[in-house]
C-alpha cells in the first residue's frame, strides 16, 4: 500500500538551502508539502501555522486525499470555526520525516534515484520547525500571528517559541509536553519493534517491493491508539461486549468489540501511513527533550520568549501528556516572565480529546488567537 | 457591567503600565478593567471554567491554587499582587501575605470584615454563625475558613512587619469613614508593602 500512498500528488516546494539537522548531518535541500486556508492580509501579519501530530498530515481541514476522510481539525478550522479562515491565514505543512510530500524516508536519493529508507538521517522536533521556517521564508511570511498544535504539534508549537522567538506572537499548546517521558518512549520503542520485527519490512528497503510491513506497522498503531484513549472511554464505548456473537469462540479471533475495533483502527492506518516514517517521527519525539540544552531548566529554553503569549490546555483523562507536563511548562515560563495560560480541562476521551468535540476547547483556542489581534 | 466597588477602587489604584499579578482573579473581570488602562495583567485561578472563561475573553490566567500555586512565580515578577475576596478561604492567610508580598513590592488585599456590625449583631442576639450579604454561605459550606477582622488583619500586619500603605472601607458599596471602621466597614481593601 506503501507505493500507492506514494503516488499521491501534494501541493509542495523543493527549496534548494542545506539544513543542518541537530543530529550532525545535512538535507542538501528540503522538500516540504503544505496547504493553505483564508486569505494573508496585505501586511502578511494573519498568519497561523498549526502544527500536526504524529500521524497527521497538512490535510488539516480538506479531505483526505488517500482516504477521502474530512481533514483532521475540520471542527477546528475554518470559515467562522475557533481557527477562523475568514479571519486567518492558515498554513499546515507536513513534517520533515513524514510521508505527505515533505522530504522523509520515502524521498529518493539525489545519486541513485531510489528512496532513501533508512539512509534518510534521524530528525528531531526542533529540525521539523527548522524546516516549517524555510517554508515561511519561501512563503514571505516573517512572522505568525500564533503557532498552534495538539500532541506532537504542540511539541513543534514549543519549539518554535524556543528557536525563533522573534517570529511568533502566541503558542497555543494542547496536550503537550516539553520533553518524552520513560513511559512516552516505551509505548513508542514498542511499535517501532512491531515494524522491524514484520520480516516485511526489509530493513526498511520495501518501497518497490509487492509486500510491505503493513502488519508490523498495524500493530504499531494498535498499541499506540491505547495511549490515546481514556480507560474511561474504552469502557463507555466498548466494555466487554462481544463483537457480532453471543458467545465466546474459545479461539483467537476478535470475540471482544475492542479487539475487532483495534485491529480495524491498525489496519486502516497502513492504507494512509508509511512504516518507515513512522520510525523516524517516533524517534523525533523520544528524543525531544526542551530543557536538555539548557542544563535540565525549561526556563533556559525560554529566555528570549519572553514576549510570546502562551497557552497552555491539558485535558484531565490524558494519562500519556498528563497535566503535570502541562504545568511543568507554565512554572518554567512563569520564572521566564513570559504571558502563560493554562487551565485543565474536563473530557472523557482521554489524549484525543484535542481532536475531539469538547466545547471549552473552542471557546479557549478562539480567545487565545483573539486576544491582541 | 459595572465593576464591584472593591474591584473598581483597585482598578482605579492601579498605576498604568505598572504589572499585575491577580490572584483569584474569577473570569477576569478586573483584568480586563486594567488592560483597558495600560496594565499588564496576569491571573490566578482555581476553577477551571472561570479560567476558560477568561482565556476566551483575550486574558493570561493559569489555573492554580493560592495555596500552593505563588510558589511558581519568582520574586519581583510584578509590580502589584491583588488578593480580593480570597484572603478569608486561603489554608494559611499569613503565607499567603508573604507570598504576595515577595512576588511584588505591593499588595491590594480586600476581605469582608468579620467585626462588621451585623456580624457581632448575629452572633449576639443569635448565637448563629453570620449569613450575610458578603458571607452568604452557612457555615458549614462556607469557603471562607478563616474569617478576619479588621484589627486581625492589621495586628497580623503588623507582626510581619508590614507597611500599610492605604486603606479604604465600604459599607453597603459605599466609602466609609476609617473612624470605627472595626464595626462599620462591611468590607475592607489594604494596600500594603513591604518595609
Same mark, same amino acid.
Given at each position: 500500500m506503501a507505493s500507492l500512498l506514494h503516488q499521491i500528488q501534494h501541493q509542495n516546494v523543493t527549496i534548494q538551502t542545506p539544513l543542518p539537522l541537530d543530529g550532525g548531518q545535512i538535507l542538501p535541500s528540503v522538500t516540504i508539502a503544505w496547504q493553505s486556508y483564508g486569505a494573508l492580509n496585505a501586511d502578511r501579519s494573519n498568519a497561523v501555522l498549526v502544527c500536526h501530530a504524529l500521524t497527521g498530515d497538512q490535510y488539516v481541514a480538506s479531505d483526505h486525499p488517500a482516504t477521502g476522510k474530512p481533514g483532521w481539525w475540520a471542527r477546528m478550522v475554518g470559515p467562522g470555526k475557533p481557527i477562523d479562515t475568514d479571519r486567518f491565514h492558515v498554513i499546515c505543512a507536513n513534517v520533515l520525516g513524514s510521508c505527505m510530500g515533505s522530504s522523509g524516508p520515502a524521498t529518493p536519493d539525489a545519486a541513485t534515484g531510489a528512496p532513501l529508507g533508512m539512509a534518510f538521517p534521524v530528525i528531531t522536533i526542533t529540525d521539523m520547525v527548522r524546516a516549517q521556517a524555510m517554508l515561511l521564508d519561501h512563503l514571505g511570511? %516573517? !512572522?505568525?500571528h500564533a503557532v498552534v498544535g495538539g500532541s506532537m504539534g504542540g511539541m513543534q508549537t514549543l519549539a518554535w517559541a524556543a528557536t525563533y522567538p522573534e517570529r511568533l506572537a502566541s503558542a497555543l499548546v494542547i496536550a503537550s509536553a516539553a520533553r518524552h517521558s520513560a513511559q512516552n518512549i516505551a509505548f513508542h520503542e514498542v511499535g517501532r519493534q512491531a515494524i522491524m520485527a514484520d520480516p516485511d519490512w526489509q530493513d526498511g528497503n520495501y518501497y518497490d517491493k509487492f509486500c510491505t510491513p503493513t502488519k508490523g506497522l498495524a500493530v504499531a498503531r494498535m498499541a499506540a491508539h491505547i495511549t490515546y484513549l481514556s480507560e474511561e472511554g474504552l469502557t463507555e464505548k466498548f466494555g466487554r461486549r462481544l463483537q457480532a !456473537? =453471543?458467545?465466546? %469462540?474459545?479461539?483467537? =479471533?476478535? =470475540?471482544f468489540q475492542i479487539e475487532s475495533y483495534l485491529r480495524h483502527q491498525g489496519l486502516a492506518f497502513t492504507d494512509r501511513f508509511d512504516a518507515n516514517a513512522y520510525l523516524y517521527i517516533t524517534r523525533a519525539m523520544d528524543y525531544f527533550d526542551l530543557a536538555e540544552p539548557h542544563d535540565g531548566r525549561l526556563a533556559g529554553a525560554f529566555a528570549a520568549a519572553r514576549d510570546v503569549r502562551f497557552t497552555l490546555v491539558s485535558f484531565d483523562t490524558d494519562w500519556l501528556y498528563p497535566t503535570s507536563e502541562s504545568r511543568r511548562i507554565v512554572q518554567a515560563l512563569q520564572s521566564a516572565g513570559a504571558a502563560a495560560s493554562f487551565v485543565e480541562l474536563s473530557a472523557p476521551f482521554g489524549h484525543d480529546s484535542f481532536l475531539l468535540d469538547v466545547p471549552a476547547l473552542d471557546r479557549l483556542v478562539a480567545g487565545a488567537l483573539g486576544s491582541g489581534f | 457591567m459595572a465593576l464591584r466597588p472593591d474591584l473598581a477602587i483597585i482598578a482605579d489604584a492601579v498605576p498604568s503600565s505598572a504589572r499585575v499579578l491577580d490572584v483569584g482573579c474569577g473570569d477576569g473581570e478586573l483584568m480586563v478593567a486594567l488592560r483597558g488602562k495600560g496594565v499588564d495583567a496576569r491571573g490566578l485561578e482555581i476553577d477551571p471554567a472561570n479560567v476558560t472563561a477568561a482565556i476566551a475573553r483575550g486574558q493570561s490566567v493559569v489555573q492554580g491554587d493560592a495555596n500552593r500555586d505563588l510558589a511558581d512565580y519568582p520574586d519581583d515578577a510584578f509590580d502589584y499582587a491583588i488578593l480580593s475576596q480570597t484572603l478569608q478561604t486561603t489554608e494559611r492567610p499569613d503565607r499567603v501575605v508573604g507570598e504576595l508580598l515577595r512576588i511584588a513590592p505591593r499588595a491590594f488585599v480586600s476581605f469582608p470584615n468579620f467585626a462588621h456590625w451585623r456580624v457581632r449583631l448575629a452572633l449576639l442576639w443569635n448565637g448563629r454563625m453570620p449569613v450575610t450579604r458578603l458571607l452568604p454561605v452557612a457555615w458549614y459550606e462556607t469557603p471562607n475558613i478563616h474569617h478576619v477582622t479588621v484589627r486581625d488583619f492589621r495586628e497580623l500586619l503588623r507582626e510581619k512587619g508590614i507597611k500599610v500603605e492605604r486603606v479604604w472601607h465600604l459599607s453597603g458599596d459605599k466609602p466609609t469613614s476609617d473612624a470605627a471602621a472595626s464595626w462599620r466597614a462591611e468590607h475592607a481593601i489594604f494596600l500594603i508593602a513591604r518595609t
Open positions: 511570511i %516573517s !512572522r505568525l !456473537r =453471543d458467545i465466546k %469462540s474459545f479461539g483467537f =479471533d476478535a =470475540d | -
